[in-house]
């Protein structure tokens, strides 16, 4: 089953605005990812950020975490056109499993 | 970084055949692979993990008949869909994780299956 919602499901953005997206997850957690996908494409890692672990920023992207809310959130600053694609967070489970379970993801599209 | 390759990228079959697909770690030994299924404008199920040397492990609803999974050596996993139908027309990626704890994983391109 999945294990996290992103929320918004779609957003359209201007070229050089910034975009937010959420993920919500249900269970207690090892770690939290982010990935990319082009259409039709397989997924691409964008970030990782473990359960001790608030904040993470890399290039123009930043990723935080809030493990009492059970919440992440993914920044990217500066949009650009390139950015377009849909974007899934994905929980890793406890124990060391390598599980890693996607919410259902944010469509994203920027418009130059 | 680590790359995964997949073949085919498309494959378009006839009711009742079985399609092999392979997912083939490059640079790295990968003892488990990760077999997802994706509908159109939907996010990633997980099928299946391939575990080296072992017997899959199927999530809850996946039939291990229908989706055979092998992982023969240390690069190679194999996903055969035997005697397709139209509803398993589908985009099926690969994955594979390195490290233990924190996992991240790398991706397959993707197989688009299309079941006339």
């Known amino acids: 089953s999945q294990q996290g919602e992103e929320d918004p499901q779609a957003l359209s953005i201007q070229e050089g605005e910034n975009a937010t997206m959420n993920c919500s997850y249900k269970?207690?957690?090892?770690?939290l990812q982010w990935y990319r996908q082009n259409s039709g494409r397989g997924l691409v890692h964008l970030i990782l950020?473990?359960?001790?672990?608030r904040e993470k920023h890399s290039g123009r992207l930043r990723v935080t975490l809030d493990t009492s809310k059970k919440s992440s959130s993914l920044l990217i600053t500066a949009s650009r056109a390139a950015d377009t694609a849909s974007y899934f967070c994905?929980?890793?489970?406890?124990?060391?499993?390598?599980?890693?379970?996607f919410g259902t993801g944010t469509k994203l599209q920027v418009i130059p | 970084g680590a790359v995964v390759s997949q073949h085919p990228s498309r494959v378009i079959c006839k009711s009742g055949t079985s399609v092999k697909i392979e997912c083939r770690s490059l640079?790295?030994?990968?003892?488990?692979m990760f077999w997802y299924r994706q509908f159109p404008k939907q996010s990633l199920m997980l099928m299946a993990t391939?575990?080296?040397?072992?017997?899959?492990?199927?999530e809850q609803g996946v039939e291990k008949d229908k989706f055979l999974i092998n992982h023969a050596s240390l690069t190679l996993s194999t996903l055969t869909v035997t005697s397709a139908h139209p509803e398993d027309s589908s985009f099926y990626i690969c994955?594979?994780?390195?490290?233990?704890?924190?996992?991240?994983?790398?991706f397959g391109s993707g197989t688009q299956l299309s079941v006339l």
């Open positions: 640079d790295f030994q990968a003892t488990t």
């Open positions: 950020i473990r359960s001790n672990e």
């Open positions: 994955s594979a994780g390195i490290g233990t704890g924190a996992i991240k994983l790398f």
């Open positions: 391939s575990n080296e040397g072992s017997k899959a492990t199927y």
């Open positions: 994905a929980t890793g489970g406890l124990g060391g499993y390598q599980k890693v379970t």
């Open positions: 269970t207690s957690i090892n770690n």
